[in-house]
């Protein structure tokens, strides 16, 4: 038996309440405590894992004798000064959920924490996992003979309610571009193995929240827009978000094309979501479309109903875990996602925020 893994959870809301039911279906892997200061999140949590010690706050939680590491879910605007307390503390293996982080004033407060703390940090980008993207990711070169454009699109429901409505603002979320697309940005580099050179942004807050109101200030974040960045070594990419387009089929739409051929990943919703009088929910797809001979190849990728009602990312969470646990465990020499691959997520998505503000092309050289 391996190593039992006792995990300390930081913020258990919605997504927080995800990352619970899947470290219980782990083997070897347990919640030991949780900070969570709202009433209501904290009992929902500790009905999920009645084991845990619900802890008075994060300097409690890093007191816990067997604690071996910690997730951070709480708010984004949070996550700094909680990685901060975790230095001062106790530094284990951190799995931090994006965005790292919402200010840009924030970035050198984060190169200093980086550069002294002694423990793994592993930046949590579910959509890396989602078994249709890991397939695309896997097969992509073969596929195209090399990506010259990547285009990602995301036609969901709108941001859903949280704990004191800290979603409706970007300077809680660090903007929606931020908070929603890092996930995407992520997958850009990683996808093209380049960096970003320059952002142009065209976007919007045409449906959602518009009579909505919150002690007197209406919310600012945008619900739909298009990315488009220029990559080193040629390749571009395009990003297109709708989050008042919740009736469509799939969710997400990753398609990679390169002088040989094309290859798409087509990701369904959250299952909870979809009507019951449409049937069965649809499964995942990977389509690869060749030049010659011409002909696309579907492929259905379907996923563990049971990691399909542990949360809303298509089993993605629970394959995180997985590969975080081994680092955990010393088994694994770093972590997949680095500090730095979230650090220029969130980069990426405050140059497209700036582009649609400004109107402008945003060089990256300006954020780094």
């Given at each position: 038996?391996?190593?039992?893994?006792?995990?300390?959870?930081?913020?258990?809301?919605?997504?927080?309440?995800?990352?619970?039911?899947?470290?219980?279906?782990?083997?070897?892997?347990?919640?030991?405590?949780?900070?969570?200061?709202?009433?209501?999140?904290?009992?929902?949590?500790?009905?999920?894992?009645?084991?845990?010690?619900?802890?008075?706050?994060?300097?409690?939680?890093?007191?816990?004798?067997?604690?071996?590491c910690v997730l951070i879910a709480s708010p984004n605007y949070r996550h700094v000064e909680q990685l901060e307390q975790m230095a001062a503390e106790?530094?284990?293996?951190?799995?931090?959920?994006?965005?790292?982080?919402?200010?840009?004033?924030?970035?050198?407060?984060?190169?200093?924490?980086i550069a002294t703390y002694p423990a793994p940090v592993w930046v949590a980008m579910e959509y890396r996992y989602m078994p249709p993207i890991a397939?695309?990711?896997?097969?992509?070169?073969?596929?195209?003979?090399?990506?010259?454009?990547?285009?990602?699109?995301?036609?969901?429901?709108?941001?859903?309610?949280?704990?004191?409505?800290?979603?409706?603002?970007?300077?809680?979320?660090?903007?929606?571009?931020?908070?929603?697309?890092?996930?995407?940005?992520?997958?850009?580099?990683?996808?093209?193995?380049?960096?970003?050179?320059?952002?142009?942004?065209?976007?919007?807050?045409?449906?959602?929240?518009?009579?909505?109101?919150?002690?007197?200030?209406?919310?600012?974040?945008?619900?739909?827009?298009?990315?488009?960045?220029?990559?080193?070594?040629?390749?571009?990419?395009?990003?297109?978000?709708?989050?008042?387009?919740?009736?469509?089929?799939?969710?997400?739409?990753?398609?990679?094309?390169?002088?040989?051929?094309?290859?798409?990943?087509?990701?369904?919703?959250?299952?909870?979501?979809?009507?019951?009088?449409?049937?069965?929910?649809?499964?995942?797809?990977?389509?690869?479309?060749?030049?010659?001979?011409?002909?696309?190849?579907?492929?259905?990728?379907?996923?563990?109903?049971?990691?399909?009602?542990?949360?809303?990312?298509?089993?993605?969470?629970?394959?995180?875990h997985q590969k975080f646990l081994e680092l955990v465990r010393g088994e694994r020499d770093g972590p997949e996602v680095s500090f730095n691959d979230?650090?220029?997520?969130?980069?990426?998505?405050?140059?497209?925020?700036?582009?649609?503000?400004?109107?402008?092309?945003?060089?990256?050289?300006?954020?780094?």
């Amino acid at each position: 038996m391996k190593k039992q893994v006792n995990y300390g959870i930081i913020g258990c809301g919605m997504m927080g309440q995800e990352h619970l039911r899947n470290i219980a279906l782990l083997e070897g892997a347990e919640v030991a405590v949780i900070f969570e200061p709202d009433a209501e999140m904290a009992a929902k949590s500790q009905a999920i894992a009645p084991k845990a010690r619900m802890a008075a706050d994060v300097v409690d939680l890093l007191s816990e004798p067997d604690l071996d590491c910690v997730l951070i879910a709480s708010p984004n605007y949070r996550h700094v000064e909680q990685l901060e307390q975790m230095a001062a503390e106790r530094p284990v293996p951190v799995l931090v959920e994006k965005p790292l982080f919402t200010d840009p004033a924030d970035v050198a407060r984060l190169d200093q924490f980086i550069a002294t703390y002694p423990a793994p940090v592993w930046v949590a980008m579910e959509y890396r996992y989602m078994p249709p993207i890991a397939a695309l990711l896997e097969a992509a070169k073969g596929a195209t003979g090399g990506i010259k454009m990547l285009t990602i699109r995301e036609h969901r429901f709108p941001f859903l309610e949280k704990v004191g409505d800290w979603n409706r603002f970007n300077r809680y979320t660090g903007g929606t571009f931020v908070e929603k697309c890092c996930h995407f940005f992520d997958l850009m580099r990683l996808v093209l193995g380049a960096e970003p050179i320059r952002v142009m942004a065209s976007g919007g807050q045409d449906a959602n929240h518009l009579i909505e109101e919150y002690e007197g200030e209406r919310p600012d974040i945008l619900d739909n827009g298009y990315v488009i960045v220029d990559f080193a070594g040629g390749a571009r990419a395009m990003l297109e978000l709708c989050m008042f387009a919740e009736g469509s089929r799939y969710q997400e739409e990753v398609s990679a094309v390169g002088p040989e051929g094309k290859i798409e990943a087509l990701v369904p919703g959250p299952g909870r979501f979809w009507p019951d009088h449409l049937g069965a929910p649809p499964v995942p797809q990977l389509i690869e479309s060749p030049r010659d001979p011409k002909g696309p190849v579907v492929r259905e990728i379907p996923v563990d109903p049971e990691l399909l009602e542990a949360g809303d990312h298509n089993g993605s969470t629970f394959y995180q875990h997985q590969k975080f646990l081994e680092l955990v465990r010393g088994e694994r020499d770093g972590p997949e996602v680095s500090f730095n691959d979230g650090k220029m997520a969130v980069l990426m998505g405050m140059a497209a925020q700036i582009s649609m503000k400004e109107g402008r092309v945003v060089e990256m050289a300006e954020l780094l």
